[in-house]
Every structure is written in C-alpha cells, then in structure tokens.
C-alpha cells in the first residue's frame, strides 16, 4: 500500500511538472513578420555586402524576448545586429543607442547553409514591452548574411541604407512571452556606433577578371561617399596576398570633383603599413584605423604596392567610382570598405607618416686623458656613519643581554620541572 501511494505521489509529481512545463512553453509564441509570397521587385534576398539591412517591427501579443533570423550564408560570417526602440523615424531611431546588441556568426560550415537549415534564434535574456523596434544588420567580418525578401507585412517595414524598401517585407519571427517579467535593461555586447559600409558592387565585374596585381601598376584608386557616421577606417575586404605580406603607401584625399583635380591637393591622410594574411585561402577582411574621424563626405583612397597586394573585382555600384594607372575602370569596383562611426569625436588633423630625421654631423672627440687608477683601500667613514657607531654597540650589547636572560629563563624552567 505504502509503494502505492509513494507510485502515485511521484506521477503527481511527473505531472505537475510537465503541466507546468508546458504551461510556459504554451505561453511563448513565434510570430512571422512577412508574408510567404515573393518580393514584388522579383528578389529573393538583400545582403550585408550590399548595405545596411533593417527592418521596424511591431510586436504584439506579449513581451519581446527574441528573434528567429532564418538565412542564406557562406561561412565564414559574422554580423552584428542591433535592436532599437522606434522613436519617429527611422534617422532619429538609429541616432538613439540600442537596446540590444549581439553577433550571430558562424565559422564551421563549410558550405552555404540555406534558410530553415541553421536558422539563427537570439534569445534576449530579458523582456521588452510591446510596441515598435527597429532591428538594423550590420555586416561585421568576412561574409555577408542574405536576407531572404518576401512580399509586404501588416507589422513591418522593411529599410535598406535607411530608405524605405516599398512593398517588401524580410523573413524575420519576434519571440513573444506573455508571461514574462518585464526587464528592460539594455544589453550591448560590442560597439554598436561602428559600421563597416561595402563600396563595391555585388557580383562579377563586366570584363570577367576576378582580381587585379597592385604590383603590375603605378596605382589603384577608389572614390566613394562615406555616411552614417565619421569616416575613421578602411577595409581591405578578403585580403587577397600572393606572398603572405604586403607593404603598401596609403593615401587619402578629399574628392574634388574629378581624379585630376583631386590628387593636386594635399592628402589629409598618408601612411604605410604592412599587410599580412594567413596564406593562400586565408582570405580575412584587414582592417586599417586612422586614429583620426573625419566627416562625412566624397573621399578618393589610392594605394600604391610592389609586392602581394592584391584587389578583388566586383561589378560597378552607383556613386563608386574605381581607377587604374590614374584611369577610371570601368568594369566594375574593388571589393574595400570603409569605416564609420557615428559618436566619434571629429578630428581633422593631418596625419602624414613621420619622416626620419637627418643623422646629426659628427663633433670632435675631445682629447682621451689618462684617468687615475682607482684607490684599492677602503672608504673612509662619512660623518654619518661616525655618528652610528656608538648607538650599533649599544644595541649590539642589548642584544647579547637579552640572549643570557633568556638562556637563564629557559634553565630555571628546566630545574623546576626536574
């Protein structure tokens, strides 16, 4: 009878536990913000190659824990993403800091993964109210993330470089939990103001070449216009180096209308650095800081290499213009970017890579005297150590005094105890 009982309260148990269980696993929901149809414009996807993604979302049905995020992608990659709270319009939302912060990457695959095969779920760790957010991708290093694009959402609006994509909606799902505990802190995991902005077009170049030799030129040059935030880096996207390094002289200017024009003027940046990949397929983005912020606006980069660099061909992009021997290229773009950051402090300065300075003339040597042999007696006591002789043998004395006393304590003990 006991065994029964005991057989009883532990399936109550068993019970009770998996209602609750399920209690709170009925309380969670995945809510799709798109429609399963196609795109209007007839695409499938936009990347983070191509620009900044984003997407407003109004979440209903409970707090705003997480986010299903399914993707096409190429590992290696890694993308930020960044959720704010939407406040007006999309300008004045992004000039606010995010709520949260996270990178969804992967580095193991070794073959594209499609949507629905390694879906990323982002689980916040906290809970949002309901209402209006902006989710904004961001490409961090190596490969982009493709976006899948369906048909118009009720509950989104979809964004690309800050415009409204009209008609359009990207497959994303908010995780909604009725139940759970309000926790609004924000959490940012990395520095959400910087921004890495592709310049190049997406696919192959027209005249078929899938790289040029820096090496085989007097110079390569890229123009483009930098937003979004003060211009302090570049990025040489899948550094591409035949010899495992690069020592390459780096210039910037700012873009005066036409290339002639533009490199009469001054650089505001010169530098030469070395770069180093990790060998043949071990294509890395290489990051350049200037440890400068300059604002926003057209800029020409020209670089010039007479050894490994290499430079990615992609096909041209509206308002990039790249340049050979001091001649547009016509067929396409150099696979670079640049840098952004929207809360650095501006700091135009000219940088210019120090010059070494002349080696002074030499000066006479004065004449070599012979210098008197070193005395080999000791040193004569100074005044201070004449003052601490008496007080060291006093204290030398107390010493040995209390060494005897303490001998003499010691026997006397001894006696007594025999």
Not at 202 to 231: C, P, R, Y
Request: hydrophobic share 40%.
């Amino acid at each position: 009878m006991i065994k029964t009982k005991k057989s009883i309260l532990i399936a109550l148990v068993i019970v009770l536990c998996a209602v609750s269980y399920l209690g709170i696993c009925a309380s969670e929901s995945i809510v799709k913000m798109h429609i399963d149809d196609t795109a209007p414009d007839g695409s499938r996807f936009k990347n983070t190659d191509e620009g900044v993604v984003a997407v407003m979302l109004d979440v209903k049905g409970g707090k705003f824990v997480g986010l299903v995020i399914p993707s096409w992608y190429d590992p290696p990659m890694s993308t930020a993403i960044m959720l704010y709270k939407w406040d007006t319009d999309y300008q004045t939302t992004i000039s606010n800091r995010p709520v949260f912060t996270d990178l969804i990457e992967d580095s193991e695959e070794s073959s594209w993964v499609n949507p629905g095969e390694k879906d990323f779920r982002v689980d916040f760790e906290r809970a949002f109210a309901e209402g209006k957010y902006l989710l904004v991708y961001k490409k961090h290093t190596d490969h982009a993330l493709h976006i899948p694009t369906h048909a118009a959402h009720q509950d989104s609006v979809a964004y690309f470089n800050g415009e409204v994509y009209e008609d359009v909606s990207y497959r994303v799902s908010c995780i909604v939990n009725p139940s759970a505990e309000l926790n609004e802190e924000p959490n940012i995991l990395f520095n959400d103001s910087e921004t890495i902005v592709p310049t190049y077009g997406i696919g192959a170049s027209e005249d078929g070449e899938s790289f040029i030799q820096v090496a085989n030129l007097d110079s390569a040059a890229h123009m483009f216009t930098v937003l979004g935030g003060k211009f302090t880096g570049f990025v040489f996207n899948s550094l591409f180096l035949e010899t495992g390094h690069a020592d390459v002289e780096f210039k910037i200017y700012r873009w005066k209308g036409n290339y002639a024009d533009t490199i009469k003027e001054d650089p505001i940046y010169i530098n030469s650095f070395e770069l180093t990949s990790g060998g043949p397929d071990k294509y890395a983005d290489f990051k350049v800081y200037f440890e400068r912020a300059y604002a926003e606006g057209d800029y020409l980069v020209v670089m010039e290499c007479y050894d490994g660099l290499n430079l990615w061909t992609h096909a041209p992009k509206d308002g990039v213009t790249s340049f050979l021997n001091d001649e547009e290229y016509e067929y396409g773009t150099f696979k670079l970017s640049y840098i952004a950051d929207r809360y650095a402090e501006l700091d135009e300065r000219p940088f210019e890579t120090p010059v070494p300075t002349d080696t002074p003339a030499p000066t006479d040597t004065p004449a070599i005297t012979d210098t008197p042999a070193p005395s080999t007696s000791p040193p004569k006591a100074t005044d201070d150590d004449k003052q601490m002789w008496p007080f060291s043998i006093i204290i030398g004395v107390i010493a040995v005094i209390a060494v005897v006393v303490i001998i003499v304590i010691l026997r006397n003990n001894k006696k007594g105890k025999d």
